[in-house]
């Protein structure tokens, strides 16, 4: 119930009271956050005032509800001193004036009272507030750190089984080194008890042969310098034994990034390494024997040509047993095997010294390398050792086998050779020795190398020289010993050689053969001797040479030949008649049928044919009657054996004239050749000789000097 | 296996956390002695700071009740503290009381708390997470519940991106949050900034490296700079209680002695 002459209404009233609520609110803004603008504020002061001033009019003043405004004031989260005091300065100083005049007498008491209880409440509600936040806050604390503590736990049981699980040795230690901590698979891999292992020190985990940069990475990491480190390194088991590890030493700081603890992380390694010696091995010895291989050898000879020795000198011996084949094809590849192992044992016995070394290159090939020799005498030493060492019966499953060896030799200072030309050098003459028929040894020689090598040369550059028209063909006359004409020439081939000049046909010929460039060669040569035969039948006619060209015995056994010489008569338009051939009575003698064909079907188109260098071989008459041949050609050794006018050989003279004698009763020409000393010529042509050749009568030459004589006897 | 919780756990009230000391310059108990001796030294220095917490709250207030009235009704709020009076929720839900909204900070004790507060809220959720973590605020099942990224969004990041130095690129970390909201999204900043009050500043951040958060001060330009790719709402990156005043706001009179930032930007 209101007292009179209290707070009225009135729109005086109610503006007067709007009014102090904005005041107070400019005096409290700021000295607490409240989530309200300023209209907002003023509008909550206002109910406060509101409700202050009718507990004040009251007849019965509650003081309790007085305090309760306090309260709220904190509860809309007025929370600061600052405005509890601005409060009861704007209370104190302007609430009598919101009760108009006059003034009830109890007023001013009630204020008194009013305002105390009003900060009592505030006093209370704001204790109450900051203890309720304090629990609030301290249980959101607690909550959080149980999470924490649960995600701790989880991620503490899932670090835990990896440390037990892994199969990687994991060790954790503080930074004096001393090791808190090992898992299973590091106690199996040391061969410690946990508790055996903790006791330790990481101090006492060096090996003698750590390499210095280890403990330097080490002391850089507790010190914290730096955070990791990755190494090998090897350890000593409980047992002594040794184990090879990938280690990982880690540092790891706290949340300041000071360092705090160390953790390492061992992979054992052991395995890898021994598979990894286990392979270096295979990859530098031969599986059955046990010896170096070639890999070994040639990493050994690539050490020796680097060292920097004035004067060093080496021996390399490449071996090969002797027709060891026949043994794997007879015995069997086990027998083989069991005599190549033998072998080896005997070669590993005779070169026991360490600047030695015997290595298999595979298959029944051997080589044994000799350091700081002082000469090839030296080696060849070495070698009847092992030449007499091979030869001692080898006794293989119940089989006595006997075998031999062929063996190059190369000796050399190191400054004039390359590894590779020395094993190459080693091989060339191991293929001497098995050519001058095994059971031996060959000794390098550098001219017949370099001889071998021409020889190739010629031999592989032919068929392209022959397509480059590098030969030249030159044409000997053949002289009426009667009346001194030129009766025919025979043709010549030279090489016109880029590099080794005007090369004769004992250079390459023998190549030829070998080769099989005869063929085409012989063929060009032909087409050229019958092209120039041709020409000088144009010009001179009947006074025109005939042509004889050499046919060499494997072009006599090409099936092609009677086709290519009948082509090359009717390309150059050459009569058959005009044509000759010259072969060697080895190259008629034949057993086989072709020759033989091959000459019928010759003389069949015509083509005359003549025994070359006879004289030289059997000689046999008899034999030559079987064949379709028209001339035989006296070898120049007979000519020279006729002797000198002054020491004439009667026995001699007699053989050639039985020769003629005989070769004309066949109804055989016969040409004298090498004719060089008028001697010569008296004796040939007395004895009946029809045509001569020979040095003294006339040089092979050019065409164009043959066809100059012609000119001449027909200016004649 | 979960992927590891990247956020913090540790739980250490011997440090001061800065979600505490706030609490502290509002005039809340949400503390303990390490927070309050950090806040007191820090009022020593700069007798203003409670002011300014006061203003950056009021910011906070305006720029939801501005949201709201652009028709946002739901809220992404990263460092949003230890809840005391006039939280986002209950701005938002006094204008629509539909609002849905997402706390995120990254103190444990802060998220402890909150959801202790609104446990039963079925309009708010509470995530554990870094700001840095784009993925872990916005792919949380919480967000996840109650936010529709298809549709605008409010983030607001009020006192946060002071705590991101440089290093961690904010720029970065927020063009993946814009890349996140849709067209017609708003984001609401306030930052600290030693424009205004350099004598301050300085011994401020030297304060604040104790904390777990240590703090970067920024310039207007600086500022402006974090919110490429928002359009700037009026009246742009001013002081706190320059933003969209009410009359007879504090501090309306030298704004400029509030040493903080605000600004609100439309995704375009």
Same mark, same amino acid.
């Given at each position: ?64 509800? $007085? ?215 295979? #990859? ?90 002082? #000469? ?13 060492? %091979? $030869? ?9 086998? #006997? ?6 030799? %190369? ?46 040369? &010629? ?127 080895? #190259? ?10 091959? &000459? ?6 015509? %083509? ?29 050794? &007979? ?78 | ?49 409670? =002011? ?5 709250? /009021? ?35 006094? /204008?629509?009381?539909? /609002? ?50 298809? =549709? ?18 904010? /720029? ?45 001060? =920024? ?48 995704? =375009?």
């Amino acid at each position: 119930m209101r007292v009179a002459g209290g707070a009225g209404g009135g729109d005086a009233a109610a503006a007067a009271r709007y009014s102090f609520a904005r005041h107070w609110a400019e005096q409290v803004a700021g000295t607490s956050y409240v989530p309200w603008g300023p209209a907002e504020l003023s509008d909550y002061l206002l109910g406060l005032l509101d409700r202050l001033m009718e507990l004040l009019s009251a007849f019965d003043y509650d003081a309790d509800a $007085v305090s309760q405004v306090g309260a709220d004031l904190v509860r809309a989260h007025f929370t600061g001193s600052e405005t509890l005091q601005q409060t009861m300065v704007v209370l104190g100083e302007g609430l009598p004036a919101l009760f108009g005049r006059p003034r009830p007498a109890y007023l001013d008491r009630r204020l008194v009272q009013a305002l105390g209880a009003l900060a009592a409440g505030y006093a209370t509600a704001l204790r109450d507030r900051a203890l309720d936040e304090q629990d609030g806050i301290h249980r959101a604390m607690l909550m959080a750190t149980r999470q924490a503590e649960k995600r701790l736990a989880v991620s503490e049981a899932r670090f835990r089984t990896m440390f037990r699980e892994a199969g990687l040795g994991i060790a954790i230690g503080d930074l004096a080194g001393n090791i808190t901590d090992a898992n299973p698979s590091l106690l199996q891999m040391f061969g410690y008890t946990a508790d055996e292992f903790t006791r330790r020190n990481v101090s006492e985990m060096v090996h003698p042969e750590d390499a210095p940069s280890i403990w330097q990475s080490y002391d850089e990491l507790v010190a914290g310098k730096r955070d990791h480190f990755r190494v090998e390194k090897r350890f000593f088991r409980k047992d002594g034994g040794i184990i090879w590890t990938n280690l990982t030493v880690s540092l790891v700081r706290d949340d300041t990034g000071a360092p705090s603890y160390q953790v390492a992380l061992l992979e054992d390694i052991g395995e890898r390494r021994r598979l990894q010696s286990e392979l270096e091995y295979l #990859a530098y010895h031969d599986a059955l024997t046990g010896l170096p291989n070639r890999t070994q050898l040639c990493k050994r000879l690539d050490a020796i040509f680097a060292r920097d020795e004035p004067g060093l000198r080496i021996g390399l011996c490449c071996i090969d047993l002797d027709g060891f084949k026949a043994v794997n094809d007879s015995q069997g590849h086990d027998v083989g095997d069991q005599l190549l192992v033998a072998v080896a044992n005997r070669l590993t016995h005779l070169c026991p010294g360490p600047g030695q070394l015997v290595a298999r290159m595979g298959g029944d090939e051997f080589l044994v390398l000799v350091e700081r020799t002082s #000469a090839v005498d030296q080696v060849v030493e070495l070698v009847e050792h092992i030449l007499a060492a %091979v $030869v001692t019966p080898v006794h293989v499953s119940g089989h006595e086998l #006997a075998i031999t060896a062929s063996i190059g030799i %190369v000796e050399q200072s190191v400054a004039d050779t390359t590894p590779a030309d020395l094993m190459s050098a080693a091989d060339i003459t191991l293929y001497w020795a098995k050519r001058q028929g095994k059971n031996r040894y060959a000794v390098f020689d550098r001219g017949r190398v370099e001889e071998e090598i021409a020889r190739y040369t &010629l031999s592989a550059t032919m068929p392209a020289a022959i397509d480059r028209d590098e030969f030249v063909v030159h044409y000997q006359p053949l002289i009426s010993l009667s009346d001194g004409t030129l009766r025919g020439v025979e043709a010549l081939v030279r090489w016109q050689h880029p590099t080794y000049g005007l090369l004769t046909p004992d250079r390459f010929i023998g190549l030829a053969e070998d080769s099989g460039a005869i063929i085409p060669l012989g063929r060009w040569v032909l087409a050229t001797a019958c092209r120039q035969a041709r020409r000088w039948l144009q010009r001179f006619g009947d006074d025109a040479p005939f042509i004889s060209v050499n046919l060499a015995p494997r072009q006599l056994q090409d099936p092609d030949l009677v086709a290519d010489v009948t082509a090359i008569l009717t390309d150059t338009g050459l009569p058959s008649d005009r044509l000759q051939f010259e072969l060697t009575e080895r #190259a008629v003698m034949s057993e086989e049928t072709g020759p033989l064909q091959a &000459l019928a079907a010759l003389e069949e188109i015509g %083509v005359r044919l003549a025994i070359d260098d006879f004289g030289t071989g059997y000689s046999n008459l008899a034999y030559l009657r079987r064949l379709p041949v028209h001339t035989l050609k006296l070898d120049g050794s &007979l000519a020279v054996g006729l002797g000198e006018i002054d020491t004439p050989d009667p026995a001699a003279e007699k053989i050639v004239s039985a020769l003629v004698t005989l070769a004309h009763a066949m109804n055989l020409d016969v040409t004298a050749e090498g004719i060089e000393t008028p001697a010569q010529l008296q004796r040939l042509r007395a004895l009946g000789c029809d045509t001569g050749q020979g040095w003294l009568l006339a040089r092979p030459g050019p065409a164009h000097v043959v066809a100059a004589q012609l000119r001449r006897r027909a200016t004649l | 296996m979960t992927l590891p919780d990247w956020v913090s756990g540790d739980v250490d009230i011997s440090r001061p956390s800065a979600a505490r000391v706030y609490d502290y310059y509002l005039g809340g108990s949400h503390n303990f002695p390490a927070d309050r001796e950090m806040a007191r030294q820090a009022i020593a220095l700069w007798p203003e700071l409670p =002011r300014i917490m006061q203003a950056n709250r /009021a910011f906070m207030r305006r720029a939801v009740r501005y949201l709201i009235g652009q028709g946002v009704s739901q809220f992404l709020d990263i460092g949003s503290g230890i809840p005391t009076v006039g939280n986002v929720h209950e701005v938002a839900q006094a /204008a629509d009381p539909e /609002a849905r909204v997402v706390y995120v900070d990254v103190d444990p004790v802060a998220v402890a708390h909150s959801r202790a507060i609104l446990a039963g809220d079925d309009l708010t959720e509470v995530v554990h997470a870094d700001l840095r973590d784009v993925q872990g605020v916005l792919e949380d099942p919480r967000t996840m519940r109650l936010l529709d990224l298809s =549709r605008p969004v409010g983030v607001l990041m009020v006192a946060l991106l002071h705590f991101v130095p440089a290093a961690a690129d904010p /720029a970065g970390v927020l063009a993946r949050y814009r890349r996140a909201m849709t067209p017609g999204s708003y984001l609401a900043v306030s930052h600290a900034t030693h424009e205004g009050q350099p004598d301050q500043a300085g011994p401020h951040v030297a304060l604040y490296r104790r904390t777990g958060t240590p703090m970067t001060m =920024r310039s207007r330009a600086e500022v402006a700079a974090l919110l490429d790719g928002f359009d700037l709402v009026p009246p742009g990156v001013v002081f706190l209680p320059q933003w969209r005043p009410e009359p007879g706001s504090v501090g309306a009179d030298q704004p400029e002695r509030i040493a903080g930032f605000a600004a609100v930007g439309r995704r =375009r």
